[in-house]
């Protein structure tokens, strides 16, 4: 079976530090991997997206940047971190852009 | 606006009775999907419906789809105080890599 793994659980950081989240999938190869942001009380927004290795996609600018260095792996970046990107952080996986799509545990930073 | 978007945006309803959440969406879709999330956890997909087919059922759960309203509506039956969470649409657009997820509903089943 597929399991998704997102650490760390939670994560508090001052604003200006750098900032990595990881996430690993188990069990499937050629994931379809995303990272989602939700603010308190929210819907997801879409941060970055990938098909496949070392191919990313960027839907909105911002502070944060992404990589897949590895099949199953999707790594989430900041050089510094600012107030606004507090929140909670998801990474989800899907067989292909269609299907259902597979939630991790989801990483609550706060920055101060 | 939102692809997506819920309706209504709180919905507070005893044990044992029905729940009903809508979903509006604006452009053409490869289908329409349904999650749900526990406060402070991950979405856990709950059920898929394709653009050609108009209703699925699963458990309590029940989606209808409208193509021609650009609409869809998650009904939980008899429900239950484990039932409480907060329920998200995502539509897949057609020729899109992506989901484009919905700003949710949040039930609330009071005892």
């Known amino acids: 079976s597929q399991t998704i793994h997102q650490w760390p659980a939670t994560l508090v950081q001052p604003v200006g530090s750098p900032l990595s989240l990881e996430c690993t999938v188990e069990g499937t190869s050629n994931p379809n991997l995303y990272w989602y942001r939700q603010a308190a009380g929210r819907g997801l927004q879409l941060l970055f997206y990938s098909v496949g290795i070392g191919q990313i996609s960027s839907e909105v600018p911002q502070n944060l940047s992404a990589s897949r260095p590895q099949d199953r792996q999707f790594i989430l970046s900041s050089k510094k971190l600012l107030l606004s990107d507090s929140g909670f952080y998801l990474c989800?996986?899907?067989?292909?852009?269609?299907?259902?799509?597979?939630f991790g545990p989801g990483t609550r930073l706060t920055v101060l | 606006s939102q692809q997506g978007e819920e309706d209504p945006q709180a919905l507070s309803i005893q044990e044992g009775e029905n729940a009903t959440m809508n979903c509006s969406y604006k452009?053409?879709?490869?289908?329409l999907q349904w999650y749900r999330q526990n406060s402070g956890r991950g979405l856990v997909h709950l059920i898929l419906i394709r653009s050609n087919e108009r209703e699925k059922h699963s458990g309590r759960l029940r989606v209808t789809l409208d193509t021609s309203k650009k609409s869809s509506s998650l009904l939980i039956t008899a429900s239950r105080a484990a039932d409480t969470a907060s329920y998200f649409c995502?539509?897949?657009?057609?020729?899109?890599?992506?989901?484009?997820f919905g700003q949710g509903t949040r039930l609330t089943i009071n005892p």
């Open positions: 452009t053409s879709i490869n289908n």
């Open positions: 989800a996986w899907s067989r292909d852009s269609y299907n259902e799509q597979f």
């Open positions: 995502a539509t897949a657009l057609q020729g899109a890599q992506k989901l484009v």
